[in-house]
């Protein structure tokens, strides 16, 4: 992207995410009742997060075998409740050990 | 009034003790960030920018994606939408918790600290919520963001390739830290979670699927699987949970 179209990119960005945080709190007076569009929204997350991890998080590392102890020690840790801040540290860590010694 | 003033004031500086942590982690997060920005194209300047005013890792983070891969500012909008409609869900959970006198001025300023984070902390307190608790996290959690980033698009440069190539692993790491507890409470995200990372595999993989770009590839994955599961598992009002 240009230089100048990434200056657009920075503001296009800033404005949709604060309208999405925005509008709920000031048009909202009532709670969304609708089954289908609380399910919606509660399982947006989850898909959007996995989609953007699984393969890239992989593929992206320096090697195949680095990217999948990475992944794979932030899972285990993750399921073993381990903080949001120490998975992440951790699953860093382990990138770097694996590219170290192999 | 007198009283009024000092409630706000502890309300904040109880919400700024309670950010500490999370200004903490996101330093460390976003300094992944900065490294990842300039590796976009982006300067030390445009990622600080991008950083203080977004406020949030996973959509910044595509929306490097949308910008590296030279997609159209439409894409980058849908992009965000998407990504971040989870803000969505908690905007209009934080909405229930305010008073309904809260005067619209804070509704306008509260949507600046809409996080997952902040958003966690915030929902948990009892009773209605003050909007001063959620500045106090916010104006200490927000530095963390922006200035994690800045250290990060500055030192990337210096750094040696295999901290930074590490550190790219730490983004990723939070978000399995987001995903892994909740599906492992509740089959049914972790369904949706099985469901779009094999779509996503099968996108990445497939000869004419991996032609579309990393934006579109997570938009379609993201309705596709939770409009799947929106579709079989309806959630009524009472069962609602908010990850964090």
């Not at chain 1, 992944?71 to 540290?89: C, E, P, Q």
């Not at chain 2, 497939?206 to 032609?211: F, K, V």
Request: glycine fraction near 8%; hydrophobic fraction near 55%; charged fraction near 10%.
């Amino acid at each position: 992207m240009e230089a100048d179209s990434i200056w657009l990119a920075i503001a296009v960005m800033a404005g949709v995410t604060y309208a999405i945080r925005m509008l709920p709190l000031v048009i909202l007076k009532r709670e969304i009742r609708q089954p289908n569009v609380r399910a919606f929204l509660y399982y947006v997350p989850y898909a959007t997060l996995t989609a953007m991890t699984i393969p890239a998080a992989i593929v992206e590392a320096p090697t195949l075998i680095s990217g999948l102890s990475g992944v794979f020690i932030a899972i285990l840790l993750a399921f073993w409740r381990v903080s949001l801040v120490l998975v992440a540290a951790i699953a860093s860590f382990t990138v770097w050990i694996v590219e170290a010694f192999l | 009034m007198r009283f009024c003033v000092l409630r706000n004031l502890r309300s904040f500086l109880h919400g700024m003790y309670a950010g500490i942590p999370i200004g903490l982690g996101y330093f460390a997060v976003s300094f992944a960030f900065g490294i990842q920005a300039r590796a976009a194209g982006l300067s030390a300047v445009q990622a600080f920018l991008l950083s203080g005013t977004n406020l949030t890792s996973a959509g910044q983070f595509a929306g490097l994606a949308v910008i590296q891969s030279a997609g159209s500012l439409a894409t980058l909008a849908l992009t965000q939408v998407v990504i971040n409609l989870r803000y969505c869900l908690m905007s209009c959970a934080l909405s229930q918790k305010l008073s309904a006198e809260t005067p619209f001025a804070h509704r306008f300023l509260m949507a600046c600290g809409v996080t997952d984070e902040i958003f966690g902390v915030s929902i948990s307190v009892r009773g209605y919520l003050s909007p001063y608790y959620l500045y106090g996290q916010t104006v200490v959690a927000w530095p963390g963001w922006a200035f994690g980033t800045l250290s990060g698009a500055l030192a990337g440069n210096i750094l040696p390739s295999s901290i930074t190539a590490a550190l790219g692993m730490a983004l990723y790491g939070m978000f399995v830290a987001i995903v892994v507890p909740a599906a492992r409470e509740d089959r049914k995200v972790l369904s949706v979670v099985f469901a779009a990372a094999l779509l996503s595999m099968l996108f990445w993989y497939c000869p004419i699927l991996s032609s579309i770009s990393p934006g579109t590839r997570i938009i379609l994955v993201t309705f596709l699987t939770a409009g799947t599961a929106a579709f079989c598992y309806p959630m009524p009002s009472a069962e609602v949970r908010h990850g964090s």
